[in-house]
């Protein structure tokens, strides 16, 4: 019994996992890009309302129930073939993905939550749309990366917990 309750926490830990990865990826491919061709006001007045819609009770227990089922499935782990990619798909969702968001992109949400878009002058709008853009990009690749090599040694870990002897 033990074993399988093992076994269906690494599955949905592995599973949050690839979610995450999924949703970071896909804005990536088809969100930023999609972004960018917007005019300054617009893009501003696009982040802002994804921002705040992203702050959901379903994406918020994915993102950060994950921390605690990493934790838990590592630790369940510790004596098996899995651990180390356990410990590598722990390290790099923290740091990569829930440490560069919190400590990253959410900050840099927050200042464009707080930015009045209405009654901005233009010249602001554009200074906002370039001081955010770049580097939101740049931290959003980055947790992009994290997640997916996160993905990645959680199935090796998985794999192996699946095939141990």
Same mark, same amino acid.
């Given at each position: 019994?033990?074993?399988?309750?093992?076994?269906?926490?690494?599955?949905?830990?592995?599973?949050?996992?690839?979610?995450?990865?999924?949703?970071?990826?896909?804005?990536?491919?088809?969100?930023?890009?999609?972004?960018?061709?917007?005019?300054?006001?617009?893009?501003?007045?696009?982040?802002? *309302?994804?921002?705040?819609?992203? =702050? +959901?009770?379903?994406?918020?227990?994915?993102?950060?129930? !994950?921390?605690?089922?990493? @934790? #838990?499935?590592?630790?369940?782990?510790?004596?098996?073939?899995?651990?180390?990619?356990?410990?590598?798909?722990?390290?790099?969702?923290?740091?990569?993905?829930?440490?560069?968001? *919190?400590?990253?992109?959410?900050? =840099? +949400?927050?200042?464009?939550?707080?930015?009045?878009?209405? !009654?901005?002058?233009?010249? @602001? #709008?554009?200074?906002?749309?370039?001081?955010?853009?770049?580097?939101?990009?740049?931290?959003?690749?980055?947790?992009?990366?994290?997640?997916?090599?996160?993905?990645?040694?959680?199935?090796?870990?998985?794999?192996?917990?699946?095939?141990?002897?």
């Amino acid at each position: 019994m033990k074993k399988t309750s093992s076994m269906i926490i690494l599955i949905i830990t592995v599973c949050f996992t690839g979610l995450m990865a999924g949703l970071f990826y896909s804005w990536s491919v088809s969100v930023i890009p999609g972004l960018a061709k917007l005019n300054d006001e617009q893009f501003l007045a696009a982040f802002q *309302a994804m921002n705040r819609a992203i =702050l +959901n009770p379903l994406f918020l227990c994915v993102f950060t129930g !994950n921390i605690l089922l990493l @934790a #838990i499935a590592t630790w369940q782990q510790f004596h098996h073939e899995g651990y180390r990619y356990m410990m590598l798909t722990s390290a790099l969702y923290m740091i990569g993905v829930f440490g560069i968001t *919190a400590f990253g992109n959410v900050p =840099l +949400n927050d200042t464009l939550d707080k930015f009045d878009l209405v !009654n901005a002058s233009k010249d @602001a #709008i554009k200074d906002m749309r370039m001081d955010f853009e770049g580097l939101w990009v740049k931290l959003h690749t980055i947790r992009t990366i994290a997640a997916v090599l996160a993905f990645i040694c959680g199935l090796i870990g998985l794999y192996q917990a699946a095939n141990e002897n």
